[in-house]
């Protein structure tokens, strides 16, 4: 469903951008253009003015659904922990949120549980 969507999206914007650049410049904007008015009675009423309101209408459209669809069956979450349905960490315990201080100092702390005792001197490199 959301595929057929995105193509007909694309479809959408394709042909706006070609009708959109099909138009005649009617505005005084940077001194260029040209033209008789703003609104002149041609203009109101021309095919490709049409047409991009159609198209436009349904680019909004497709976006506010794609928007919607996207956001259907998410669930909240939270970036802090993980819940304990989805199992523990790879290092064992998990991390408990923190209590006291910020985030920084529990995986700090955490981060100092996991680590192995520094070795007591120089080491001779050991092949694999």
Do not use: C
């Not at 904007?29 to 209408?57: C, E, H, Q, V």
């Not at 996207?70 to 199992?87: E, F, K």
Request: charged share 10%; hydrophobic share 40%; proline share 8%.
């Amino acid at each position: 469903m959301q595929t057929v969507v995105i193509v007909i999206h694309l479809m959408i914007v394709a042909v706006m951008i070609g009708a959109v650049l099909l138009q005649k410049s009617e505005g005084g904007g940077l001194g260029m253009g040209g033209g008789a008015g703003f609104m002149s009675s041609r203009g109101t009423a021309n095919l490709l003015t049409r047409t991009t309101a159609i198209l436009a209408a349904g680019f909004f459209l497709t976006s506010m659904f794609l928007s919607w669809h996207a956001g259907y069956s998410r669930a909240p979450s939270s970036i802090i922990g993980t819940p304990a349905s989805q199992g523990q960490p790879a290092g064992g315990s998990p991390i408990a949120p923190p209590t006291s201080g910020g985030i920084l100092d529990s995986l700090k702390k955490a981060d100092e549980q996991q680590q192995a005792p520094a070795p007591s001197g120089p080491q001779v490199p050991r092949s694999q």
